[in-house]
């Protein structure tokens, strides 16, 4: 509080602080990148890219597939899906507790969200993670979501598209999380070997667990521009080898020139290069 | 302390020693010490009966790592004849993290596929701990498709601190080389009998942990993350390491009640490791047992069956 602040009497004072919160929460916005302030709602229509620099930031998975989906013929699936705390889970916190919480906060009921779509009129299941539900982390309802998903993907010929946020296998479920990387990779075979196609999609951030099943076993695997993925995180990494990592390490760009992806595809251009990527996947000779 | 014996097992050390110094003494001394010793034996016994009756699950993971621990190397030597060790992903190197060949078990070819950490420190050096990179996975995965030409059953052991995380793993792809393993282990046309001998960590366990059954022996873990790193992340200390293997349920029985385990087998009192023959003969005849019975399965019956399996995981 300034000396000015202490010699005015008190009306006047909280009048002037009222003065100062005029300005509405959350207006404004920060480029966590290149520190540019960004008006929120121009922010919003570039789709939450720093017009300044391109950073791409998080968005939540019901964003993510609204921009995705043409605006007609959604269907939201496996809305039944609900978390089992079946480890009764508890350190200082009961998982219970955990997830109740979390749901209040993100309004939804697990860190996935899947549904049925057209994306430029061809038909399409799309499900996406919600990096700010648990750290996007994958128990037994993300799994189970992922495969009811891809199971409709499959016995309806649709191409499926996954776009994954997510720190990797959910630590309070122990092996059930883990059960759930070998599920969803046996379903998406089945999408493989039938020739239904499969477009992995990795945002910011995409590890452990996640990585190493559902996100890596993409037809087609991209990511958006600076996404960082890989299988053990960097301080991990450090700490076991005791030196520092190279500069861009396990970045969109690095996972491009080692050839985990096959493109890195800009927000703006994600409707049209999936699109356009299926339309040719979907298409048959004709007979 | 006896390093032979871990913290919580220091009263048999105890005892042991006792019983060591009395036969030292007993060559030239009368019959009574003979009495004793067999007495203390006898005591000795009991106190392990009782202490193992009783492991919490941290002390499972201890005995799972522990130094003396048969490894997989211990057990292919033991169980399979005609042994042929194989190398090499073809692409890049030979991982001998990974142990992978082909021998007979009671006469008939099966493919063995193991996490191996080695014994002297050059042998773990040269393995890598146990901790595999992508050419290990990678290996595992061409031998287990040669497995599937020539419709040999795969057998896999299980026992690794994790995939190795490394800036080299990760250039290679090391996620890819797992999800690339489960998704192929979900559908090969053969049977795939799983058995964690001891510690099983997270992906790297499970990269060659899918298929038709899955076994654990009774002091082994198997965990999503290990219970110190689990400590790490909710109470910011290794030291709480104890009650994450609680909260997780790391052991064979926690995991045989949520249905991902299919079987537990029994252990020689004290742990594998005070009497390999014993534990080896053990898993080998459960292992004769099941590849027979599977064998059995019509192939699409087993694939549909292992599918749904997979499908079941997290349904109450």
């Known amino acids: 509080m300034s000396w000015l602040d202490k010699i005015v009497p008190n009306v006047v004072r909280s009048s002037r602080s009222r003065g100062q919160s005029k300005v509405p929460e959350g207006l404004w916005k920060k480029c966590v990148k290149c520190s540019a302030v960004l ?249 | 302390m006896n390093p032979n014996y871990l913290e919580f097992e220091q009263p048999i050390a105890t005892l042991e020693a006792k019983i060591e110094e009395l036969q030292l003494v007993g060559t030239d001394n009368d019959l009574n010490i003979a009495e004793e010793i067999s007495k203390l034996r006898e005591k000795s016994i009991k106190l392990t009966e009782s202490i193992y009756s009783n492991l919490t699950p941290w002390q499972v993971v201890q005995v799972a790592r522990h130094p003396q621990r048969p490894y997989t190397q211990d057990y292919i030597k033991r169980m399979f004849t005609d042994w042929d060790e194989l190398h090499g992903d073809r692409h890049f190197g030979d991982d001998k993290a990974i142990v992978a060949g082909v021998g007979r078990l009671d006469g008939k070819p099966v493919m063995v596929i193991g996490e191996e950490k080695g014994r002297s420190v050059p042998d773990k050096v040269s393995r890598n701990f146990g901790m595999p990179k992508p050419e290990g996975y990678r290996k595992a995965l061409r031998l287990m498709e040669m497995a599937e030409r020539f419709k040999m059953p795969v057998l896999t052991l299980i026992d690794t601190p994790g995939a190795y995380p490394g800036i080299d793993s990760e250039e290679r792809g090391i996620s890819e080389a797992i999800a690339q393993n489960l998704a192929v282990m979900s559908r090969l046309k053969t049977p795939i009998i799983c058995t964690v001998i001891g510690e099983g960590s997270s992906g790297g366990a499970l990269a060659i942990g899918v298929g038709d059954h899955l076994n654990m022996l009774q002091y082994s873990t198997y965990f999503v993350i290990s219970p110190e790193g689990c400590a790490n992340i909710i109470w910011k200390t290794v030291d709480k390491a104890p009650l994450a293997a609680e909260a997780m349920g790391v052991t064979s029985e926690n995991l045989e009640k949520l249905g991902i385990v299919d079987e537990t087998i029994a252990e020689p009192l004290g742990g594998a490791h005070r009497d390999i023959d014993g534990m080896a003969a053990k898993l080998q005849e459960r292992l004769i047992d099941q590849v027979d019975r599977l064998s059995a399965q019509p192939i699409e019956q087993l694939l549909e069956n292992r599918y749904k399996r997979l499908m079941s995981f997290g349904n109450v």
């Open chain 1, 39 to 287: 008006y929120r709602p121009e922010l919003e229509r570039n789709l939450d890219v720093c017009p300044k620099c391109d950073h791409h930031m998080r968005i939540g998975a019901r964003k993510r597939l609204d921009i995705f989906l043409d605006e007609d013929n959604r269907e939201e699936l496996a809305t039944d899906v609900e978390p089992i705390d079946r480890l009764k889970f508890k350190d200082v916190k009961k998982y219970k507790d955990r997830l109740t919480s979390a749901q209040k906060s993100t309004g939804e009921k697990d860190a996935l969200v899947a549904m049925r779509g057209e994306l430029n009129g061809q038909p399409v299941v799309a499900v996406a993670f919600e990096f700010a539900f648990h750290g996007g982390s994958m128990g037994y309802a993300v799994g189970e979501k992922f495969t009811r998903a891809a199971q409709l993907a499959l016995s309806e010929d649709i191409p499926l598209v996954c776009f994954s946020a997510t720190g990797g296998a959910r630590m309070q479920e122990a092996l059930i999380s883990l059960m759930q990387m070998a599920k969803t990779s046996a379903v998406i075979e089945r999408l493989k070997q039938q020739g239904t196609p499969y477009i992995s999609i990795m945002t910011d951030p995409v590890y452990g667990g996640v990585s190493a099943s559902l996100a890596l076993l993409g037809d087609i695997n991209a990511a958006e521009p600076g996404a960082r993925a890989g299988f053990a995180g960097p301080n991990i990494i450090e700490q076991t080898i005791r030196q520092k990592l190279p500069k861009g390490f396990q970045r969109s760009e690095f996972l491009l020139e080692h050839g985990a992806i096959d493109m890195i595809i800009s927000r703006h251009d994600m409707r049209e290069k999936v699109g356009g990527l299926l339309a040719k996947f979907t298409e048959r000779p004709a007979a």
